[in-house]
């Protein structure tokens, strides 16, 4: 059964500061890994998405990494700033049966302080 | 402009008593799916469907229930026998279908609250 992972939980960073989000995975047989924000009682609004014949993914000032063969991903953000503070998810899409299956992690919390 | 909608956004049931949230997608996506989301926990699978008038259980299927009779529209009922349903509920679609995943979009979702 796939498990998703990501630490830290919470994260709070200066404004201007680049930071890194980590995601682990238990099982490389994954076709895709997928980068969500979520705000506040809100839906995930996808950020990124790394088909898994991919390295990464880049929009703006976001880049996401798949490394399948170490079960990591990370998801860049260069020069953060106070709007980006909101849950990063990360989930990995593969096969269930037949049938697609996505698995999410619980998400890190990032506060970016002005 | 193309989406998923979710309503209502809020709801409050008495105990004893089947809800239904509704869940509408206009981006000619074949998959569709319901998940639960509870706070400290990652988006659990509740039910999901590949095309029309088929579904499957995901996860924590028990105490609910769906229908897809629309290629638009994946409706989920909260029955009296979900025993603790007071949740935020997520609707989301996708556009591949079995054994490819696509990219996942997702509506604003529901949040339940039993009295």
């Known amino acids: 059964k796939q498990e998703v992972t990501q630490i830290p939980a919470a994260l709070s960073v200066p404004e201007g500061e680049n930071l890194v989000l980590n995601c682990s995975f238990t099982d490389s047989a994954i076709y895709n890994l997928q980068w969500f924000r979520q705000d506040p009682g809100k839906g995930l609004t996808s950020l990124l998405l790394?088909?898994?014949?991919?390295r990464e993914q880049t929009s703006g000032r976001l880049n996401a990494s798949l490394d399948k063969s170490s079960g990591r991903s990370t998801l860049y953000i260069a020069a953060s700033q106070p709007g980006d503070s909101a849950t990063y998810l990360c989930?990995?899409?593969?096969?269930?049966?037949?049938?697609?299956?996505?698995?999410f992690g619980t998400g890190t919390k990032l506060q970016v302080i002005p | 402009d193309g989406g998923i909608t979710q309503s209502p956004k809020y709801l409050f049931r008495k105990e004893g008593q089947n809800v239904t949230l509704s869940c509408e997608q206009n981006?000619?996506?074949?998959?569709m799916y319901w998940y639960r989301q509870d706070p400290g926990q990652g988006l659990r699978l509740i039910y999901y469907s590949q095309i029309v008038n088929d579904f499957q259980k995901g996860d924590i299927a028990e105490g609910y229930s769906v229908s897809r009779e629309k290629k638009e529209s994946f409706p989920l009922t909260v029955t009296s026998a979900q025993k603790n349903p007071t949740a935020f509920y997520l609707c989301?679609?996708?556009?591949?279908?079995?054994?490819?995943?696509?990219?996942?979009?997702f509506g604003e979702g529901s949040r339940l609250t039993v009295l």
């Open positions: 790394i088909q898994s014949s991919q």
């Open positions: 981006l000619n996506h074949d998959a």
């Open positions: 989930a990995s899409g593969g096969d269930s049966g037949g049938y697609q299956k996505v698995t």
């Open positions: 989301a679609s996708t556009t591949r279908g079995q054994r490819r995943t696509g990219e996942l979009f």
